[in-house]
């Protein structure tokens, strides 16, 4: 298993921006694929953006173009760098590696207002 911390959500106006991080334990983080879900009240929790364990992404439809997804190995570090923020993507954003899908953290609340 590994532990993940999301941090960095918060209270934002729509089309601002924000950066969220998860600190990953262990040491194998270089070696596995990374994920970002968020979940909205009352709604499934929805795969945003995945990243490689050799730095391939993908997104979302919803928020492609706007998100983007990093990862920083040398602190076993991913990054969901969020931009052109929308009311609708007000939720709870958790991170997670691909090969412990029932590993989370307890997320980090982002709100943006209209």
């Known amino acids: 298993q590994v532990q993940l911390v999301e941090s960095g959500g918060g209270l934002v106006q729509a089309g601002g921006s924000l950066r969220l991080s998860c600190a990953a334990s262990g040491s194998i983080f270089r070696l596995l694929a990374m994920r970002w879900f968020r979940q909205a009240p009352g709604k499934q929790r929805e795969l945003v953006a995945t990243i490689s364990s050799g730095a391939s992404t993908n997104y979302a439809d919803s928020v492609k173009g706007r998100f983007t997804i990093s990862r920083d190995n040398a602190k076993n570090t991913v990054y969901l760098q969020m931009n052109s923020l929308k009311p609708e993507d007000t939720a709870v954003y958790y991170c997670?590696?691909?090969?412990?899908?029932?590993?989370w953290g307890q997320g980090t609340q982002v709100t943006v207002s209209s």
């Open positions: 997670n590696a691909a090969v412990f899908p029932n590993s």
